[in-house]
Nanobody, 120 residues
Framework: QVQLVESGGGLVQAGGSLRLSCAVS????????VGWFRQAPGKEREFVAA????????FYADSLEGRFTISRDNNKNTLYLQMNNLRPEDTAVYYC?????????????WGQGTRVTVSS
């Protein structure tokens, strides 16, 4: 229903910044919640941030609010994640997600992920 393609990952030193992008396409996703998850090696996938495509939010994981900022450009159909003051523990594959509002994010659509590596 919804297709997602992430980009912008890479290698950065601790304290640096990265901006991830997620191109969103599909028939209609105005009623969707879109957001970011991440999965570090050997750990479970965890929630990062989310926002309603048509309004509402944003919402952040408690430990990340203040360093990460989620936004979207409705005209460009693009979701962003600005990551500042990166730490080695932020190293993970970051996934874009889209789900119908009111449904579980896990049951929605996922991108292939973009890898972020933060060196100390």
């Amino acid at each position: 229903q919804v297709q997602l393609v992430e980009s912008g990952g890479g290698l950065v030193q601790a304290g640096g910044s990265l901006r991830l992008s997620c191109a969103v396409s599909g028939r209609s996703f105005g009623s969707y919640v879109v957001g970011w998850f991440r999965q570090a090696p050997g750990k479970e996938r965890e929630f990062v941030a989310a926002i309603n495509w048509s309004g509402g939010g944003p919402f952040y994981a408690d430990s990340l609010e203040g360093r990460f900022t989620i936004s979207r450009d409705n005209n460009k159909n693009t979701l962003y994640l600005q990551m500042n003051n990166l730490r080695p523990e932020d190293t993970a594959v970051y996934y874009c997600n889209a789900a119908v509002a009111g449904s579980r994010a896990e049951s929605g659509s996922w991108g292939q992920g973009t890898r972020v590596t933060v060196s100390s």
